[in-house]
C-alpha cells in the first residue's frame, strides 16, 4: 500500500489511473454508467475549463504556496485580437508551457482569499499538524471495489480531513445548498471512511471580495447521507465494471418524475 501511495503522490499518475476508484469518478457514474466508460476510454476528451484551472490554482494558493509560486503565472496585459498581440500571447504561452495561467482578476482573487484564510485563527489550527495533499487507498469492505482519495488536508495531530473550497455564497443556508447540488456530502463520507478519520471539515471562501469564510464540521445526518449515496454508486461500479453484468451504454434511467 505504502508503494501504491507514493506512486500516486504525481498528480500525472493520481488522475490517469482507473484501476482505483475516486470521488469524482463515483459523480460520472452518477451521472451514468457509459460517462464514467466514455471517459475512461477517452481521458483527452474531458475538458480543461476555466473554473477548473481556477480550482487547481486555489488548492495550490491555499495549501501549497511554494508551488502556487512556482507553477502559476499572470498572463499578460496585450489585445489578442491584433497581430502583434496574438503573436506576444503566444511567446508567453511558450515559454510558460505547462504552468497554470491566470487572468489579473483572478489573481487577485486568489490574494484576497489567501489573506482571508491566513487571517482566521481556526482555519490555521485545523490547517497544522499534518499533511496537505494526502493520498490514501483502501478497499471498501461492502463492495470490495479499491478505492482512493487525496485529501486536501489530513490533521493526523486531531484525525480529521480538511477540505476546502471556493463558493458564491458562504452562509449555512448558501452552502449546505450548494453541498448537496454538487455531492459534498458523498465526497465527505468517502473520504472520512477510506482515511480512517474522526471527523470532516469544510472551509469555504467566496470568490470575490469581501472574500467572506465560513467553516463547517459535517453532522453525522450529513456523512449518513453521503455514504447511502457513495455505497450505490460503489455498487453500480462493482456491477458494471468488475463483474461486467450489464453494459454501461445500455443503462437507461427509468422512474417518474
Given amino acids: ?8 503522490a504525481s498528480d500525472e499518475v493520481y488522475y490517469s489511473d482507473y484501476s482505483f476508484v475516486t470521488n469524482s469518478q463515483l459523480g460520472l457514474i452518477k451521472k451514468s454508467p457509459a460517462t464514467y466508460q466514455y471517459y475512461r476510454e477517452n481521458p483527452s476528451d474531458r475538458p480543461i475549463t476555466k473554473a477548473l484551472n481556477f480550482g487547481r490554482a486555489f488548492h495550490m494558493c491555499m495549501l ?7 507553477e502559476v503565472v499572470v498572463e499578460p ?3 489578442k485580437r491584433t497581430k502583434a498581440g496574438k503573436e506576444e500571447y503566444q511567446k508567453f504561452l511558450t515559454l510558460h508551457n505547462g504552468m497554470t495561467i491566470l487572468s489579473t482578476d ?26 496537505a495533499e494526502q493520498v490514501n487507498v483502501w478497499n471498501d469492505p461492502d463492495s470490495h471495489v479499491s478505492c482512493k482519495g487525496k485529501a486536501d488536508y489530513w490533521n493526523k495531530e486531531r484525525n480529521i480531513l480538511v477540505d476546502i473550497k471556493t463558493t458564491q455564497d458562504s452562509s449555512p443556508e448558501g452552502f449546505k445548498g450548494s453541498a448537496y447540488k454538487y455531492g459534498y456530502d458523498r465526497q465527505a463520507s468517502f473520504y472520512l471512511d477510506g482515511f480512517g478519520a474522526d471527523q470532516f471539515w469544510f472551509i469555504v471562501i467566496e470568490k470575490s471580495a469581501p472574500y467572506n469564510m465560513a467553516i463547517y464540521n459535517c453532522s453525522d445526518e450529513f456523512l449518513a447521507g453521503g ?31
Fill in 1 to 8: 500500500m505504502d508503494e501504491i501511495i507514493k506512486k500516486f
Fill in 64 to 70: 501549497e504556496h511554494d508551488k502556487y509560486e512556482k
Fill in 227 to 257: 455514504r447511502t449515496k457513495y455505497k450505490t454508486l460503489l455498487d453500480m461500479y462493482n456491477y458494471y465494471f468488475i463483474q461486467k453484468l450489464f453494459d454501461p451504454y445500455e443503462h437507461v434511467y427509468t422512474g417518474i418524475l
Fill in 106 to 131: 483572478e489573481y487577485q482573487s486568489l490574494t484576497g482569499m489567501r489573506n482571508k484564510l491566513t487571517s482566521s485563527i481556526e482555519a490555521m489550527e485545523l490547517l497544522s499538524g499534518g499533511i
Fill in 77 to 79: 496585459d496585450v489585445n
